[in-house]
């Protein structure tokens, strides 16, 4: 695995993984990393900056955290994931936890060879919701065989076309108006938005 960095190394760890067979972990810089595996199967994780990670071959997880990421998977049924999973803040029992909002971002995600799954969402909290249509994720080559990740249920999520391709917006409701809007999440670029059906079982609801 190498880390081109025009400032400064990253720090390379080898993690010993199940059956004899070893997993990788990169651990970035808080600049802007060019990040790219190699042969087996990786976690790498951009950090702060705007980064471009390849895994590759190997059946790699990839984070692109803060900043406008460039995902690539490469070979291998490969994970996702553009932005920063946020834990709730602690609270007092009986009460709703608060998951902080993260800043804006644009990532693009491309998935490569294999079933690969993009990651828009977790258990409480959708991704790319924090500035309207100004953050969201690209998805380059979503392919039948592959899946796409959402927080909530599917009645909460639309699809509407884009310039580029077919647009997945997510129903929001303003806690002090009750306001409705759209808020979108990714762009599968090339995709017509017709073609895009929310109960197929390439899209899983956490």
């Known amino acids: 695995m190498k880390n081109q960095n025009k400032k400064e190394n990253g720090k390379h760890k080898n993690i010993k993984g ?19 595996g190699g042969n087996k199967s990786e976690v790498i994780k951009g ?11 190997g059946k790699d997880t990839l984070y692109g ?3 406008n990421d460039e995902l690539t998977g490469g070979n291998g049924n490969d994970i996702l ?3 920063t999973a946020i834990p709730a803040a602690p609270s007092p029992a009986g009460t709703t936890p608060t998951v902080p909002t993260p800043a804006p971002e644009v990532d693009i995600l491309i998935g490569g060879n294999g079933k690969d799954t993009f990651v828009l969402g977790q258990a409480g909290m959708a991704f790319y919701t ?16 592959d899946r796409i990740q959402l927080s909530g249920l599917p009645t909460s ?3 509407g076309a884009t ?10 409701v ?20 017709t073609s895009v059906n929310l109960s197929a079982r390439n899209f899983v609801f956490v």
């Open 174 to 193: 303003d806690p002090t108006t009750g306001a409705q809007s759209s808020e979108l999440i990714a762009v599968l670029e090339g995709v017509n938005a």
């Open 81 to 83: 994931v553009g932005m």
């Open 18 to 36: 199940k059956n004899g067979k070893s997993k990788d972990m990169l651990i970035p810089t808080d600049a802007d990393d060019i990040l790219l």
């Open 163 to 172: 310039a580029t391709g077919a647009g997945i917006y997510m129903s929001k």
């Open 157 to 159: 999520y639309t699809v």
């Open 130 to 145: 924090s500035a309207a249509d100004a953050d969201y994720a690209v998805i380059k080559d979503f392919k039948q065989a």
């Open 47 to 57: 950090g702060l900056g705007n980064d471009k990670i390849s895994g590759r071959n």
């Open 65 to 67: 955290e803060a900043g």
